[in-house]
């Protein structure tokens, strides 16, 4: 979405990355900041090699400001802050692109699609991406982006926060689970 609230982006991070006593070293998690002023930044934090962050949403909250103090670099460098944590210049636009050419299966998480859950043993791709929105509904203009480039998938019919849905796909990939992408 546009302007969204930082507390729900960093309750984001918290269920993308954190365990209850360590960090989700297959996880990545990409912020797309794009209502502020100046150009859209993207903030990716990737389990494997973060170091330094805290399960604490003040504590993510002030390493996201701290990377803000840091002028937007050009859409698709990534800079590294410090291990873990990059940022660049683009938008979900930009992420699409990226995940294409690495091969990353794009699911969109939308409560009036298909059920993610699915029927069956099929074996899952290598690398899978989730776009969910913040406290807002994508825009027309990303959910067209969005529909063109990747599934629709719902985690149930209601519409629950974004932190809830990554502990529930995570449940799901954790367990097995036979997921309908």
């Known amino acids: 979405g546009g302007a969204g609230r930082m507390d729900v982006l960093m309750r984001a991070v918290n269920s993308a990355l954190f365990l209850?006593?360590?960090i989700r070293h297959d996880s990545?998690?990409?912020?797309?900041?794009?209502?502020?002023?100046?150009p859209a930044r993207r903030i990716w934090f990737d389990g494997s090699r973060l170091q330094g962050l805290h399960s604490d949403e003040?504590?993510?909250?002030?390493?996201?400001?701290?990377?803000?103090?840091?002028?937007?670099?050009a859409i698709g460098q990534l800079v590294e802050?410090?291990?873990g944590l990059w940022h660049s210049g683009g938008d979900i636009s930009?992420?699409?692109?990226?995940?294409?050419?690495?091969?990353?299966?794009?699911?969109?998480?939308?409560?009036?699609?298909?059920?993610?859950?699915?029927?069956?043993?099929?074996?899952l791709p290598e690398r899978i991406g989730f776009f969910l929105s913040d406290d807002q509904p994508f825009t027309?203009?990303?959910?067209?982006l969005l529909g063109k480039s990747m599934e629709?998938?719902?985690?149930?019919?209601?519409?629950?926060?974004?932190?809830?849905?990554?502990?529930?796909?995570?449940?799901?990939l954790d367990e097995g689970a036979s997921i309908n992408i």
Do not use: F, Y
């Open 94 to 123: 930009t992420t699409i692109a990226e995940w294409s050419r690495e091969n990353v299966t794009m699911v969109k998480l939308d409560a009036d699609a298909a059920s993610l859950k699915g029927e069956g043993g099929a074996e």
């Open 20 to 22: 209850s006593h360590g």
């Open 28 to 38: 990545h998690i990409t912020l797309h900041l794009m209502g502020g002023p100046g």
């Open 81 to 83: 802050i410090w291990p």
């Open 58 to 73: 003040r504590a993510i909250a002030g390493q996201v400001n701290k990377v803000l103090q840091h002028p937007v670099p």
């Open 140 to 144: 027309d203009d990303e959910n067209s």
């Open 152 to 172: 629709e998938r719902s985690l149930g019919s209601k519409w629950i926060q974004g932190h809830i849905a990554i502990g529930i796909v995570h449940h799901l």
